[in-house]
């Protein structure tokens, strides 16, 4: 999987507006990072610039991408979130496919967002495409879905 080097500029442009932020990056961008802070009763707010992938023939094969320690990959599952208690209400997801899942009838779509918005988030933001590994707020051909109300 390729680097993202895009998501460094992502996470300092964030930075000035959250200068307190915790910002996770290369092998720091770990997966138990990441329940780290999504397990911190004091944080409202995670946006995450990482790989997503979303199968479509699979109901539950709805992933994001972290590293490792040693700098490998690991995955996280969205049915994974649900067995953590959280407190986050805004999600940013910055990530390929992220808003993409599986529709069910009577229980709609299967996708990162519906399993944070299971687990008590008020707002996720996901996309339904393949994203470019660059930052920028301002370009106007950016597709984005917003979940929530």
């Given at each position: 999987?390729?680097?993202?080097?895009?998501?460094?500029?992502?996470?300092?442009?964030?930075?000035?507006?959250?200068?307190?932020?915790?910002?996770y990056t290369g092998r720091?961008?770990?997966?138990?990072?990441?329940?780290?802070?999504?397990?911190?009763?004091?944080?409202?707010?995670?946006?995450?610039?990482?790989?997503?992938?979303?199968?479509?023939?699979?109901?539950?094969?709805?992933?994001?991408?972290?590293?490792?320690?040693?700098?490998?990959?690991?995955?996280?599952?969205?049915?994974?979130?649900?067995?953590?208690?959280s407190r986050v209400q805004?999600?940013?997801?910055?990530?390929?496919?992220?808003?993409?899942?599986?529709?069910?009838?009577?229980?709609?779509?299967?996708?990162?967002?519906?399993?944070?918005?299971?687990?008590?988030?008020?707002?996720?933001?996901?996309?339904?495409?393949?994203?470019?590994?660059?930052?920028?707020?301002?370009?106007?051909?950016?597709?984005?879905?917003?979940?929530?109300?």
């Amino acid at each position: 999987m390729p680097e993202l080097p895009g998501t460094l500029q992502e996470a300092e442009k964030i930075r000035k507006y959250y200068p307190k932020a915790r910002i996770y990056t290369g092998r720091n961008a770990t997966r138990a990072n990441f329940f780290k802070i999504y397990r911190d009763s004091t944080i409202r707010y995670i946006h995450l610039a990482v790989h997503g992938l979303a199968n479509s023939s699979i109901r539950d094969d709805v992933k994001l991408y972290f590293r490792t320690a040693s700098g490998g990959i690991d995955s996280l599952y969205g049915y994974e979130l649900l067995s953590v208690r959280s407190r986050v209400q805004k999600v940013v997801l910055s990530a390929c496919q992220s808003g993409l899942g599986i529709y069910q009838k009577g229980e709609g779509t299967y996708s990162l967002p519906r399993y944070f918005i299971i687990n008590g988030a008020t707002d996720v933001s996901a996309s339904l495409w393949d994203l470019e590994d660059r930052f920028d707020p301002m370009k106007s051909n950016i597709g984005i879905i917003r979940w929530g109300w």
